[in-house]
């Protein structure tokens, strides 16, 4: 059985370690530059806008983390929720967590009035795929993810604005 609850300040140094893992687990173990402080910024921190929930085992040991945003449709007139990051321990993984995880975040988003749980998978992820699919999830087949990062971002963010205004 899995307990779900808010992450706590005291959380950060498992959450951190749980991305590390994450990051190894799609293949870019180099590219997590998190620190202990800037997490507990986003997720304590005066105005925090990004929310992170643990499961834990009957033990009450941390198996998994989902860690999450709000989004916005303007189709449907409401926020949805973005979940970042799902992850479960390779020794908790089998055992409810991710779906319990999953569940808690749809009935956040139906308490709230919310229109929609999100996330994006890598296409090679196909465990992770076959799982959100049995919980009634659909790929987006017809959307393709775009990002600016880096310098591109860095360039393009610094170059003269064309057409604004103050």
């Known amino acids: 059985m899995s307990v779900i609850r808010p992450a706590t300040i005291e959380d950060v140094p498992t959450i951190l370690a749980m991305i590390h893992e994450l990051a190894v687990y799609e ?8 620190t202990p402080e800037m997490l ?17 085992n009957d ?9 999450w945003f709000l989004n916005y449709s303007t189709w449907e007139g409401v926020h949805g929720i973005y979940l ?15 779906k319990a995880l999953l569940q808690h975040l749809a009935a956040t988003a139906v308490e709230r009035g919310y229109a929609r749980v999100e996330w994006s998978v890598l296409d090679w992820n196909e465990p992770s795929i076959d799982f959100y699919r049995k919980l009634g999830a659909f790929a987006m087949d017809e959307w393709s993810t775009f990002r600016l990062t880096g310098e591109a971002l860095a360039e393009f963010g610094t170059s003269d604005r064309v057409g604004t205004h103050g």
């Open 27 to 34: 293949k870019e173990p180099d590219a997590v530059r998190n």
């Open 40 to 56: 507990a910024g986003v997720l304590f921190g005066d105005n925090p806008r990004v929310y992170a929930h643990l499961a834990e």
């Open 59 to 67: 033990a009450g040991e941390v198996q998994g983390f989902a860690l």
């Open 84 to 98: 970042e990051d799902l992850y479960v321990t390779p020794s908790g993984r089998g055992e409810g967590h991710g």
